[in-house]
C-alpha cells in the first residue's frame, strides 16, 4: 500500500538531471540544497566553540587565569580570548594570510581530493572503500617506480607514464577487493581494509628491496624519482603547489562527468540507489563491483602518486599518512557529490596547513585541527544533533548519505 | 466498545492525508473503511493505534475521549490492530508471539508459559480460531498466521479490533473463515473496523459502510442500499467500468514456451516444479494462485532473475533457459516487476532516469558511452502524456509519486520497447480503482498489437477480467490451461487452494 507520507528525498546531490548552468550556480544549488548550508556552516560553527574550549584548556596561562577566576574573574575571560584569538588566528593565517599559506593549503588539498574522489565514486555505487590507505600506497610506489626505472624521458612522457603507473597500482589495490565481492561476496569493508595492512608492510618490504632501497642502503628509503617524473611547480621553485592541484581538479570534472553524463555512472548510481532494480533492469552487478572499486583504487592511487611527484619525490616507511582514511571524511562531507569532495578537501587542506602555523605560534598541538574536522564531520553527519542544539525544524527528515554496511 | 472520531485531521507538510474525518462504531458492528490507495486510510489507522497523533479532532471510546501517546497506550485503551504484514517472530512459537510485549511472570520472572497457553486455548475454541499455541509461527499458513495476530489483539484485550486489508492475502475459503470469525466477534460486542477496498467483501460482512477519498469522507451507505457500482464510483469519484472490455483474442503462434520448468526459491526449496505451458502472440494467459505457491520465481525464471534449474525456456525459437536478465530484455521481453519499488523503480531517480532504466545504454539514449540527456527528457516528458503519469516535471524523483503514477512509469518503460512477450507480476497491486483499468487496458492493448502476455495474479477479480485463458498454480504445479469463461470464480478458487480438477468436476484438459 503506498500511503500518504512526509516527503522524504535524497540529497539533491545524488540526482541529476537537472539543469545548473554555470559552476556557481551548481556550488549553490549544492550548498543550498537539502538544507545542507544551513547545518554545514553551523556544524562548522560548533565544531569551532567547542574546539576554543579545548584551546583554553590546552593552554597553561589560561588555565592560569580561571583558576584565580574568584580573585580576578576580568583576567580569566582576557586570557581565555586570547588564546582562543591567538589560536585561531595562526590558523587562518597559516592558511589563507600568504601566497605561501595559500600554497600550503592547496599542496595539502590535492592528496585529499584525490582520495576523497576515489571513495566517493565507491559511495555512489553503495560500496565502501575503507582501502585507502593501501591504494594511496600503491599509487605512490607505482609513481615512484616509473620515475626511477625510467629516468632520461623527456618530462612530457615521463610524467603520464608515471601517473599512469600510480593508477595501475592504485586500481590493482582496488580490484581485489571487486573481484572478491563479485566472485565470493567476500565484504569490501574487510578486504579492503585488510588490504591496508598487507600495502603498509608490502612497502616496508619494498623500501628494503634492491628494486627501491636508495643507496647505500641502510635507511628503508625508496630511491628518489628522476627530476623529469616531478610535476612541476606553479609559482615557482619556492613555493611547493604544483600541477597536482590542477589535475585533481580535473579528475574531479572527470569523475562528475562519468557519475552523472556516462552510461558507467548511470550503473553506479543505479546499483548504490536500488540494487535490486539495477538487476532487474539487466545490469550486471558483480561486473559493476569490480569496476567501481577498481576506478575507486585508480583513484585513491593518485593521492599518493601525486604526493610522491609534487611534493616527497620518495617514499619513506608509513607512506602517505591517514590520506587514505581522511578521504572517507571528506567524501561523506562533500556528500558523495564530485564538487562537494573538491570543497571540503580545500576545507581540510586549510584546516591541515593552518594547523602547522598554530602549532608552531601557539603550542596547541596539531591535533587540534584533526579534533576540527572529526567534528564538522560529526555534525554533518549526524544533522538530527545540530537540530537539535539550535532547534531547528526541517521538514526533510531521513536524509541519507550512504547505505550502511548491509550486503 | 463504542468508538467515535470526531473531526481528525492529520497532514503532512502541505499534504492533507486526513481531513476533518468524522466516524461512528457502535458496540458489536463492523464497520467497513473502504477507499483508494493513498485515500488516507493507513493514516487514520495509524492515528487510532498511536502512531501518529492527530493535529486536530479527537477519538473517543464509549464517550470518553482518548489520547494516544504511543502504540502501548492504544493498546491498553482496548484498540487491536491487525496489520497487513503481520508483526509476528517466524521462529517463535503461537504462544510465544501472542505473549510477547505482555510477557507474564511468575515468581524470579520465569515466562508463565501455561496461562499464556491455556489463554490460547480458550480464545481459540470461543471465537473459532483455530492455532496450536505450540506450533511454529513460521510453519503456519499465512491464514493461520492472521489467526495468530487476531488472538494476539484478543490476549490483550481489545475491544476495538482494527483489520488492516486482511483478506489480501487470503484465499477464497480462508476469506469466509475470517468472516466467520468476525461474525463471532461481533457477536461478543467487540467492534470491528474492516478497513479494505475490495467491495464484494465490504457487501458480504460489513454492517455500515464509510466511504473516504482523498482524506475525507464522501459517503456512507449500508450493504442493502448500495451496489458494487454505487460504492466503486463513490470510491473513485465517478463511473468505473469494472469489467475490462475487450474484443475475444485472436492467438498466434506460440511465442514463450515453457516446458518442464523447474526453479529453485532463495532457501533451496523447490518453487516451481515441471511446469510446461505456452503463451501464444496475441493472447493473455493469467497464472492464478495464492500468493507464494511458486508464481514469483516462475515470473523470476523466465525474465532470467531466477537460475533454471530444469527444463527450458524459449522465446520463439530462441532459448533463454540460461539467460541474463539483460540477455531475456534483449530477447524482447517486458517485465513488469511484482515489488515495484524494490524491483522496478529506483526511488530516489528521477521519472526521466526510471523512464530509461533498463535502455539508458542503448541508442538513441547513448552514444559511445556519453548519456544524451536531452533525449532521455523529452522522451519521458512524451512518454509521461502518453501513459498519463502526472507529476510537476519528468525531473521528480519517482519516490514521492502515487503508487497509481509509479506503476505508470514502469508501464511507459517496459511497453514502450520492441517487445515480444510481456511478464506481468501483480501488475495493479495496491493500485487505485482509476489506475488499474487504465494498466489493465494497457495490457489488453499491447495483446491486440500481438503481444505474448503472461498474467501472474493473485487478485480473482483481475484473472477473471484479463485472462484469455487460465492456468491455476499451486504448490509449485500447474492446473490447466482453461479458457476463460469455463470456470468460475468458486471452481478457480478451490483450484487455488488445491482441489484437482477432477474433484471441482472439470476435465483436466492439460
Redesign the interface.
Known sequence: ??????????TEA?????DAPGLLRKISHFLLSGNTLIITVLAFFSAIVIGAIIIVLATPKATGAWAQFLSSPGNAFAQSWFAIANAYGSLLQGSLGSAAAISETLVSTTPLMMSGLGIALAFRAGLFNIGGQGQVILGAAGATLAGFLFAGLPPILHIPLAILFGVAFGAAWGFIPGILKARTGAHEVITSMMLNYVGLNLLTFLLTSGLYQAPPRNQAISKTIAESARLPHLLGPSLRVNIGIILAIVFAIGVSWLLN????G??F??LG??R?????????IRRQYILALTLAGGLVGLAGAFQVMGVDYRMAPLYGGTVGFDGITVAILGRGSPLGVALSALLFGAFTAGGRTMQVNTNIPLQLVEVLQALVVLFVAAPGVIRTIYRIRL?RAGERIFGGWGG | MRLELQGITKRFGDLVANDRIDLKAEEGEILALLGENGAGKSTLMNVLSGLYRPDEGSILLDGNAAHFNDPGEAIRAGIGMVHQHFMLIPAFTVAENVMLGFERTRRFGFLDRKRAHDEISELSRKFGLEVDPDAIVGELSVGQQQRVEIVKTLARDAQVLVLDEPTAVLTPQETEDLFEVMRSLRASGRTILFITHKLKEVLAIADKIVVIRLGRVVGSATPGQASEQDLASMMVGRGVELSVSKSPATPGDPVLRVEDLTVLDDSGRIAVAGVTFNVRAGEILAVAGVQGNGQTELARAVTGLAAVLGGKVSVLDEDISAATPKQALQAGIAHIPEDRLRDGLVGSFSIAENMVLDVFDEAPFSKGGALDWDRIRSSATDRMAEFDVRARSNAVPVRTLSGGNQQKVIVARELTRKIRVIVASQPTRGLDVGSIEYVHRRLVEARDAGAAVLLVSVELDEVMALADSIVVMYRGKLTGPFPSGKLSREQIGLLMAGSSPAEIGVGGDQ
Not at chain 1, 1 to 10: F, L, Q, T, W
Not at chain 1, 261 to 264: D, L, P, Q
Open positions: 500500500m503506498s500511503e500518504v507520507s512526509p516527503e522524504s528525498s535524497g545524488q540526482r541529476s538531471g537537472d553524463k556516462s552510461t558507467i548511470f550503473r548510481r543505479m540507489a536500488n535490486d532494480a539495477a538487476r532487474v533492469a539487466g545490469v550486471n521538514a
